[in-house]
């Protein structure tokens, strides 16, 4: 279950009436490019979790919504934290450090589950808080008014996540709202409308993150750091590995791999997946033949299909000389 460790959670997923209160993106990026929504607010009142559309993006008990980032590296480039609506900070932790949850930091991250953030208070009852800040990035203090928009701080790997992203917990009265369902009470039942947002994020059940070419197949370390892609190729290269980077699968999803050369097909094959993962990567490649890699374009795709449907698509190329 979530713990802020310094903003009491008081109830689970309940009704409430959004009235005038609005937000927008605590995130500065643009979702389905630079970063994603990789988990909704738990709308399943049993052991099992299921997002505000019936989907599976959740967790049992998540309170949330997770917007998270493509990589490490766009964390560690810098991406800021934005205040959801005006208000005033009521609470706040720094100092942390982004070492996210790992059987060596749980005890010293037990009850500091949100790690560094802020909490803002709008009246009326209404609170937004933001966690998994980048130690030392939160720049507002205790009391200090806000601006929608405004800068608290930057997207970190701080508290009990496992990937950089801002956790965005609303409140009114101390009950969890989801803002894509503010209505909804606690069993699964689908909204339609911009909820509590100013402009609704589209939703999007599972997708693509990257995609790149190796030599290799590379550590699922270096995807998730964003290290993963070469593109120093050349006709002697060993072999040629495409990776794929994703999210929210099911089971009986399938990831179609290819790629394409100057003299036809390179790599064609569909890996059926066999569980839901909220992350998880895979790879495909093939040898240098003997006569090395003919020169020019080398084209990718990976495409993922839902019950024979493509949900996603990305395109990567790479040129041999």
């Given at each position: 279950m979530f713990r802020s460790g310094f903003a009491v959670v008081l109830s689970l997923v309940t009704p409430a009436v959004a009235g005038e209160f609005q937000l927008s993106l605590p995130i500065d990026c643009t979702l389905g490019e630079s970063c994603f929504i990789q988990q909704f607010v738990d709308h399943d009142p049993t052991a099992a979790a299921h997002d505000y559309t019936c989907g599976p993006l959740s967790y049992e008990?998540?309170?949330?919504?997770?917007?998270?980032?493509?990589?490490?590296?766009?964390?560690?480039?810098?991406?800021?934290?934005?205040?959801?609506?005006?208000?005033?900070?009521?609470?706040?932790?720094?100092?942390?450090?982004?070492?996210?949850?790992?059987?060596?930091?749980e005890a010293a991250i037990s009850g500091k589950d949100c790690g560094n953030g802020v909490v803002l208070g709008h009246g009326d009852g209404w609170q937004t808080q933001y966690c998994h800040m980048k130690q030392g990035s939160v720049q507002v203090h205790k009391g200090q008014r806000i601006r929608r928009g405004e800068v608290l701080g930057q997207v970190g790997l701080s508290g009990r996540t496992q990937f950089p992203?801002?956790?965005?917990?609303?409140?009114?009265?101390?009950?969890?709202?989801?803002?894509?369902?503010p209505d909804s009470a606690a069993t699964c039942q689908p909204q339609v409308g911009p909820g509590l947002w100013q402009s609704a994020p589209e939703y999007h059940a599972g997708g693509v993150l990257n995609i790149g070419f190796s030599t290799d197949i590379p550590s699922y370390q270096a995807v998730k750091a964003g290290s993963a892609e070469q593109t120093n190729f050349s006709t002697n290269s060993p072999a040629i590995v495409l990776w794929v980077y994703a999210f929210g699968s099911q089971e009986g999803?399938?990831?179609?791999?290819?790629?394409?050369?100057?003299?036809?097909?390179?790599i064609d094959k569909t890996a059926l997946l066999d569980k839901a993962q909220a992350q998880y990567f895979r790879a495909a490649g093939r040898r240098k033949p003997t006569a090395g890699w003919p020169t020019g374009s080398y084209h990718a795709t990976a495409t993922l299909l839902r019950d024979g449907a493509e949900i996603d698509q990305m395109e990567r190329s790479v040129v041999l000389k």
């Open positions: 008990g998540h309170k949330g919504t997770d917007f998270g980032l493509l990589s490490l590296a766009s964390m560690e480039a810098g991406v800021n934290v934005l205040a959801s609506a005006d208000g005033i900070v009521v609470g706040l932790r720094d100092g942390m450090q982004d070492t996210g949850l790992t059987p060596q930091t992203h801002v956790h965005l917990s609303v409140r009114k009265d101390g009950a969890v709202v989801d803002p894509f369902a999803d399938e990831l179609h791999l290819l790629v394409t050369g100057p003299s036809g097909p390179v």
